[in-house]
């Protein structure tokens, strides 16, 4: 492969939009062992937040995918690979990615819990207000 040809592939894997209608593989190649990577995603994502008993699963396996992700763009950055071979290597990067984003788009807070305290900081900071404008330094007559 020529060097232009390396810089243009390397520039689509770098590109922010690169995931943008790419698909998540099927299967894909972690450190030696084959892993479903799509039915993975897809069944951690049914719920709005990684539930409890599986963040060390999500945990894991975005650490590995970082990891085959690097190992594969350096392999495109500075193997002897064909003009194929690089077509290859983007493809699956570009697939990797689109996984890590959508694992990484899984929050772990509860967004109701967040609201809650978001209230209850601002009531916190009414009363507060309220006791230095009325002159009370206890909370006679406030309820809350």
Not at 47 to 54: G, K, M
Request: negative net charge; hydrophobic residues 35%; aromatic residues 4%.
């Amino acid at each position: 492969m020529r060097e232009f040809e390396r810089k243009q592939l390397l520039e689509r894997v770098d590109r922010e939009a690169a995931t943008v209608g790419a698909s998540i593989p099927a299967v894909v190649d972690l450190q030696g062992e084959e892993f479903e990577l799509r039915e993975f995603v897809f069944e951690v994502k049914k719920t709005e937040s990684v539930p409890a008993d599986r963040r060390e699963d999500v945990e894991e396996a975005k650490k590995l995918l970082r990891r085959e992700r690097l190992q594969r763009r350096q392999r495109l950055e500075d193997g002897d690979v064909t003009r194929e071979e690089g077509e290859r290597l983007v493809e699956g990067i570009i697939g990797l990615d689109r996984a890590l984003n959508a694992l990484e788009s899984l929050g772990t807070t509860n967004l109701e819990a967040e609201i809650e305290a978001s209230e209850r900081a601002d009531k916190k900071r009414w009363f507060s207000f309220l006791k230095e404008a009325l002159g009370n330094d206890d909370n006679e007559g406030i309820k809350r």
